[in-house]
């Protein structure tokens, strides 16, 4: 290490200053890097990519499928033994490399690029769809300032007299998903035209990623003071506006009833090891591309567990939000199905009289006991009498797309001032995505930045680029059939490639490059010791876990061929069908294609090593940098609040120039 700060270059050098370029390993270079302003801002992007529309829509599905509170506490043992450790494993990484995820790789061993590149594919999957999400979210905001909402009412045919049969046999928020905003094809199979509208929204949603991303993390980490932070206000007031709610307590308490039994499912096991693996962001590269912004001595380990302990309480924040509302839309639901029954009977039956039943204070509980007792047994011509089941309501569109956009709007048009709580719901989900998106290509845009010279150079060009190739490709999910390869791309182009990634980079720091050298060099790094529980995490636990993990969804695959939700016209419902052929050779196609960059770039690295060709070329590969800043002061962790405390050292690091030597790792 230099015992002196080294002169600062003028700026015209700043520009031109290449950490590979030329730079022999153990020779000290100048390089100008990009940093955060503040460790606030550092803070919200990790946090706002890690907390997206999963935590709102997913984990809420999974907890109530799968056990409530008893999903609750396996989540969180799987998120201290496997999603904490890999999580801080990948902060540690990009921090002390201060490359994105190619270079932090290639650092490690030039035959690992690949899994950098890998991670670089998956993101660009996951970018493609996740903003066709995002445009949605736009156009229901849009909607949402007409009154009364769209959705709120089945719209009428024949001179305004018959209302839409499709929309009568289903609901209004269900006719307005699958006929107005998507106008969804029957099947995968049917393309369709391209739908105008959210074509429109597509196009407005990258062009807000682009405006936000077009200074990299200056402009990102600005942009953040608000998506990442409006989510948690809008949360807020729906869980007290919840609360207030008749049948909030009972959904709550559906939700959390715990049950035990259903531990004994390895499949639930295998969806709580998947939600923390989606939920933290893991092999994505975006939480190595943050981290690599900042200053050397950050504590990184307790940034882990900051950033996973937000995680998990927004995701119980969310579900307290989600069943709230639920609670009482079920409620309403099954209350006007029982009166509507009990009425209905009394028409019937001229010597029968529920009058008393029908105004009784809880006379969903009165029905329940009159039709166990004796409605059940009733045997009347053209008339049915129905169990008017508060559970039942409550597992109807509680999964993914179908709980923002079908339950929890069809719950919102019940709420005095509706208009405004949609606005306020979608305007959220805007913020969540957005958050999200910005880490995403912050996964795709940071490696490849710091890896080619030229596209470093032309940063500006080379962001417009790739969100106006994310808008063309995109197309294809605004078909009229968009619906179905958002569902395939979302399942099954992200969860396999992503646990081999992830399965890479543990084996790569805990076995390739050695944990306990690992260890030494965080210790270094961090100025005190880590504990040495974490080696035992990296070298057995995690490995044993992913490998598992990854077992257990091929396993799905093979013994139980891949179906899709699709919308049946005829029926007006949400029906089950198997993927085509074509749509299985799709999917296995997107596995393959981001996980083939790991052996590729092993096989590479391996034939350059047998040539004899050296991998100095700035243009084609990244020549390792080193990582000590000498100009930076040692935090003092115990004198401030974390984050007043590190503000400063952000402050004096942007900005300056960092004096770059051989790396400890």
Not at 35 to 60: H, I, M, T
Not at 66 to 72: D, E
Request: proline residues 5%.
């Amino acid at each position: 290490m230099t015992s002196e700060k080294p002169p600062l270059p003028a700026d015209d050098q700043l520009e031109e200053a290449d950490p590979c370029s030329g730079a022999e390993q153990g020779v000290a270079v100048e390089i100008a890097r990009d940093g955060w302003d503040s460790k606030v801002e550092y803070f919200l992007a990790q946090v706002g990519f890690s907390v997206g529309l999963g935590n709102v829509w997913r984990f809420p599905y999974l907890c109530h499928q799968n056990g409530g509170g008893a999903f609750i506490l396996l989540y969180v043992v799987l998120m201290g033994l496997i999603g904490v450790p890999l999580f801080f494993l990948e902060l540690a990484a990009g921090q002390s490399i201060r490359q994105g995820s190619i270079g932090v790789w290639r650092h490690i061993s030039p035959k690992l690029v690949g899994i950098g590149y890998a991670s670089c594919v998956v993101c660009s999957f996951v970018a493609l769809y996740y903003n066709v999400i995002i445009g949605w979210s736009i156009f229901y905001l849009g909607n949402s300032f007409r009154y009364p909402l769209p959705w709120e009412n089945c719209p009428t045919e024949l001179n305004g007299t018959v209302k839409v049969k499709e929309c009568e046999d289903s609901s209004p928020t269900s006719y307005f998903w699958y006929r107005k905003a998507l106008d969804i094809t029957d099947t995968i199979d049917e393309t369709g035209e391209l739908n105008l509208i959210i074509t429109g929204c597509l196009l407005a949603a990258w062009v807000i990623v682009c405006l936000a991303m077009y200074k990299g993390i200056k402009s990102t980490g600005k942009v953040m003071y608000f998506s990442s932070v409006f989510p948690y206000v809008v949360l807020l007031c729906f869980l007290i506006r919840g609360a207030m709610l008749d049948g909030a307590s009972e959904g709550i308490k559906f939700m959390f009833y715990p049950r035990l039994e259903i531990l004994k499912d390895v499949q639930v096991w295998r969806q709580a090891a998947t939600q923390v693996f989606f939920a933290l962001g893991l092999g994505f590269g975006s939480v190595i591309a943050y981290s690599s912004y900042n200053p050397r001595n950050n504590n990184c380990h307790r940034d882990a567990f900051t950033v996973s302990g937000v995680n998990f309480m927004t995701s119980v924040l969310a579900t307290l939000v989600v069943f709230a509302v639920l609670g009482f839309r079920a409620k309403t639901i099954a209350t006007d199905c029982a009166k509507r029954n009990l009425k209905a009977v009394s028409e019937a039956i001229p010597n029968f009289s529920f009058t008393h039943l029908i105004n009784a204070s809880d006379v969903l509980n009165e029905y329940e006991n009159w039709y166990r007792v004796e409605g059940h047994q009733l045997n009347l011509t053209g008339l049915k009498i129905d169990h008017c089941s508060l559970e039942e309501e409550m597992k109807k569109g509680a999964e993914g797309t179908g709980l923002a956009f079908i339950a929890f709007t069809e719950a919102m048009t019940l709420f005095p001032g509706s208009p405004f709580w949609s606005a306020l719901f979608f305007l959220m989900l805007l913020n969540l995505g957005l958050s999200t998106m910005f880490g995403t290509m912050a996964g795709i845009m940071t490696p490849l930045t710091d890896t080619f010279k030229t596209l470093r150079k032309h940063k500006l060009l080379f962001t417009m680029c790739s969100c106006a190739a994310g808008f063309l490709i995109g197309l294809m999910f605004t078909q009229r059939c968009g619906n179905y390869f958002v569902l395939m791309f979302d399942d099954y182009s992200a969860t396999l490639p992503l646990i081999i990634v992830v399965i890479f980079q543990t084996l790569s720091v805990a076995w390739v490059y050695g944990a306990d050298r690992f260890l030494e060099d965080l210790k270094q790094m961090l100025g005190r010791p880590v504990p040495v529980v974490y080696k035992y995490l990296w070298k057995y636990v995690c490995p044993v876990a992913m490998i598992g993990l990854l077992g257990a969804s091929l396993l799905k695959m093979v013994l139980q061929r891949p179906t899709y939700i699709t919308w049946n016209k005829e029926k007006a419902s949400e029906i089950h069908l198997p993927y085509p052929d074509w749509g299985l050779a799709v999917m296995a196609i997107l596995i393959i294609v981001a996980s083939l960059p790991v052996p590729i770039g092993y096989l590479h690295a391996v034939v350059l090593e047998r040539l004899g060709r050296s991998l100095s070329d700035p243009e084609a590969v990244y020549v390792p940098c080193a990582t000590t800043d000498t100009d930076l002061i040692p935090l003092d962790t115990n004198s401030s609040p974390w984050l007043a405390g590190e503000n400063a050292d952000f402050l004096l690091q942007n900005g300056n120039v960092e004096s770059m030597e051989s790396s400890m790792l």
